[in-house]
Nanobody, 127 residues
Framework: QVTLVESGGGLVQAGGSLSLSCAAS??????????FGWFRRVPGKETEFVTA???????YYADSVRGRFTISRDNARNRVYLQMNSLKPEDTGAYYC???????????????????WGQGTQVTVSS
């Protein structure tokens, strides 16, 4: 089991940048067995896949963020990061870090495949 805590959200103007962090309670070798995803939730809409990094560090991005967002993981610090550049108003939403050990290429974009979720952090991009 792993507990996730996101931080780094806030209000930014369009074109700006934000960096999100996800701290995981699973340490050392256990942390390395998890794949992590970032998802976005907007009221009235389905949970949207943003990006993910597998335990082997393969990266996946939604088309809407590719080239602007970068996911990374630090296995020594038990953290996953999301660097968001060139932000757009449509990037606004609550961003959630999620983790699971049973992620593969077939389900990496499916929020239902992830068992562990953080509390979320709000990102608001003004036009």
């Amino acid at each position: 089991q792993v507990t996730l805590v996101e931080s780094g959200g806030g209000l930014v103007q369009a074109g700006g940048s934000l960096s999100l962090s996800c701290a995981a309670s699973a340490a050392g070798p256990t942390f390395r067995t998890y794949s992590f995803g970032w998802f976005r939730r907007v009221p009235g809409k389905e949970t949207e896949f943003v990006t993910a990094i597998r335990l082997n560090s393969q990266l996946y991005y939604a088309d809407s963020v590719r080239g602007r967002f970068t996911i990374s993981r630090d296995n020594a610090r038990n953290r996953v990061y999301l660097q968001m550049n060139s932000l757009k108003p449509e990037d606004t939403g609550a961003y959630y870090c999620a983790a699971d050990r049973s992620i593969d290429v077939s389900n990496i974009r499916d929020p239902q495949a992830y068992d562990y979720w953080g509390q979320g952090t709000q990102v608001t991009v003004s036009s």
